[in-house]
């Protein structure tokens, strides 16, 4: 049955001319070529935990300093890092409303989940996708939870289900772009809360949300699903906070983000 959010879509598609949804101009894709071809995305080397581009060295232990202090989440994998048109995709799709970009961001997620089913991440044993959960006050400003949409969309391509019960945001919290690691740490410490326990019991999963910074909020999640029973906890995110050693650096403009209340 198609629902409401998708019939919207549906009709706009009708009544305006096709254009790019992330830079306006005309044509048949949802993301055009030009906009594809500025995507930074994620290859090796990278940490083999959590996906963070690794500055070019020498062969050694392919782990970041964070992960070799220990995470809570099994292991992450994002598109491509946060910068350049997928940062104004991600933006546009959250901020802006524009659900379409849900289908191609969905799409690229997929491309991911695939690369790892070969000597990756155990991604295609996971039970479910679970969307990192919106504050209820927070869903009903934006009109729409953007991780849960991500979540529909990408369980279309790899036919798992999603469950969006079990876990829930029961406190507000402040914007993460504001805070420091610390604080972003803090921020969500006791934000989330793991439900239905007797689902959650012996599984694997895949937390879904649109970005990874730090990894604060992923790993409260990941956190609360494991002592629920979890056997372990994945995440995937369409983008990935910039390394400051990366050219891309260069190009950020976190005060873009700031202002959208990221």
């Given at each position: 049955m198609m629902t409401l959010g998708r019939l919207a879509d549906e009709i706009a598609g009708l009544l305006f001319p096709p254009r790019c949804q992330v830079c306006g101009e005309l044509g048949d894709d949802l993301i055009c070529s030009s906009c594809r071809e500025d995507m930074v995305l994620i290859a090796a080397p990278r940490?083999?935990?959590?996906?963070?581009?690794?500055?070019?060295?020498?062969?050694?232990?392919?782990?970041?300093?964070e992960c070799r202090q220990g995470r809570d989440f099994s292991g992450a994998r994002s598109v491509g890092l946060h910068t350049g048109s997928l940062r104004q995709a991600?933006?546009?799709?959250k901020f802006q409303r524009r659900r379409r970009l849900a289908k191609p961001l969905a799409e690229m997620l997929a491309s991911v989940f695939e690369a790892e089913t070969s000597g990756g991440l155990p991604l295609s044993g996971c039970a479910a996708l679970v969307p990192v959960?919106?504050?209820?006050?927070r869903r009903a400003w934006r009109g729409f939870d953007q991780a849960e949409l991500l979540c529909r969309r990408l369980s279309e391509i790899v036919e798992l289900p999603v469950w969006t019960d079990v876990l829930a945001r029961i406190r507000d919290t402040q914007p993460q772009v504001e805070l420091s690691g610390r604080e972003r740490r803090e921020n969500v410490r006791g934000a989330f809360e793991a439900r239905h326990r007797y689902r959650l019991k012996g599984k694997s999963l895949i937390l879904v949300d649109d970005v990874f910074t730090t990894g604060a909020t992923l790993s409260a999640c990941a956190r609360m699903l494991r002592k629920a029973g979890a056997t372990a906890v994945y995440a995937l995110t369409v983008t990935r906070g910039v390394p400051s050693w990366h050219p891309a650096a260069l190009q950020a403009e976190p005060g873009d983000d700031r202002a959208r209340g990221r």
């Open positions: 940490c083999v935990h959590c996906g963070v581009p690794l500055p070019p060295t020498p062969a050694g232990p392919n782990l970041c300093a991600v933006l546009r799709y959960p919106l504050y209820p006050a």
